[in-house]
């Protein structure tokens, strides 16, 4: 597939034009960063791939659910992985969870990484790249909210979403997603912008248009230019209400059929009942009268009187 390549500044204008478009449809407020750098690392585990509001139940329920970070990095992966049952990816999530507080505490023997606020950005993520089993967009959104680096985190399905736009070529990886995105928006409107991406790509009416598996992109390309047109119709017209309408539709002809067949039916019915009130006529109606049999006395013959003699 060709994606026909556009300037920064044009790229730029159709995110405005995006962003304006997603605030009508999701809530324009940022989420609240505030956590200390641990924390903040934790929290995007739980948020990969989910919503904001899924993350931060989850991660309220882990953080309840254990007496402190030390008894979490203890625990085991079973016992972890049940805080996580509502947003997929369990054993993965508790995996890393605990992955992260094992090498933090390894090299701290402490749970605080607030130092990095005073790192570079180059520093930074050669300190979070260290640990082997953050994502990409763990990484990127850990330097996004602590340090304000320009970037746009990537998670499998912002990938997939920002492909559907047009805002990535169909062959982008997750591992360099990030770095792409940042280049379609200002520095200023990146949080925004990543907010409301994560929205989108997390709206479960649109799950089915964003899954490029059953929903592949088209094999002429995407062009971004028209994304916010594009969008705007799939607002209007999601597959998912495309698929009830199709399910509706095979549901009233499948009942019209039924009412049809039993139609036919109760026709049938009375037809049979006149030819048994005929039957039962017949069998109950008067008997024949049985034929007299009418005896006849034999009268015996009269004695012929003797002539006197």
């Known amino acids: 597939m060709v994606t026909k390549k556009i300037s920064t500044s044009d790229k730029q204008a159709v995110c405005k034009k995006l962003i304006a478009s997603l605030k009508k449809r999701y809530s324009a407020t940022l989420p609240k960063y505030d956590r200390p750098v641990l924390e903040t690392i934790l929290h995007a585990i739980c948020l990969e791939n989910t919503t904001n509001e899924k993350a931060d139940v989850v991660f309220d329920a882990l953080l309840e659910g254990f007496h402190d970070l030390n008894e979490i990095r203890v625990s085991t992966i079973s016992e972890l992985e049940l805080v996580f049952a509502d947003v997929g990816d369990a054993e993965w999530r508790a995996y890393r969870i605990r992955t992260v507080l094992q090498y933090v505490f390894d090299k701290e023997?402490?749970?605080d990484l607030e130092?990095?606020?005073k790192k570079t950005l180059e520093q930074a993520q050669k300190q979070l790249a260290r640990m082997k089993t953050l994502t990409p967009f763990v990484l990127n959104h850990t330097l996004q909210v602590v340090l304000g680096s320009h970037l746009v985190p990537a998670d499998e399905k912002i990938l997939n979403a920002s492909k559907w736009l047009g805002l990535l070529p169909e062959e982008e990886s997750i591992e360099t997603a990030s770095d792409t995105l940042k280049?379609?928006?200002?520095?200023?409107d990146a949080p925004l912008f990543s907010h409301l991406?994560?929205?989108?790509a997390t709206d479960e009416e649109l799950a089915a248009d964003f899954n490029l598996v059953k929903n592949p992109l088209p094999e002429e390309g995407?062009?971004?230019m028209d994304a916010p047109s594009r969008m705007e119709a799939m607002f209007a017209n999601p597959l998912s209400k495309q698929k009830k309408?199709?399910?509706?539709?095979?549901?009233?002809?499948?009942?019209?059929k039924t009412k049809t067949a039993a139609t036919k039916v109760k026709k049938k019915v009375p037809a049979?009942?006149?030819?048994?009130?005929?039957?039962?006529?017949k069998?109950?109606?008067?008997?024949?009268a049985a034929k007299r049999t009418t005896t006849t006395k034999k009268v015996p013959k009269k004695k012929s009187s003797s002539t006197k003699k």
């Open 197 to 200: 991406l994560r929205c989108l």
């Open 283 to 288: 069998t109950t109606g008067k008997a024949p």
């Open 115 to 117: 130092m990095m606020r």
């Open 222 to 224: 995407v062009n971004l």
């Open 245 to 256: 309408k199709v399910v509706k539709k095979k549901k009233a002809k499948a009942s019209s």
């Open 272 to 281: 049979k009942t006149k030819a048994a009130k005929k039957t039962v006529k």
């Open 109 to 111: 023997f402490c749970f």
């Open 183 to 188: 280049s379609t928006v200002r520095k200023t």
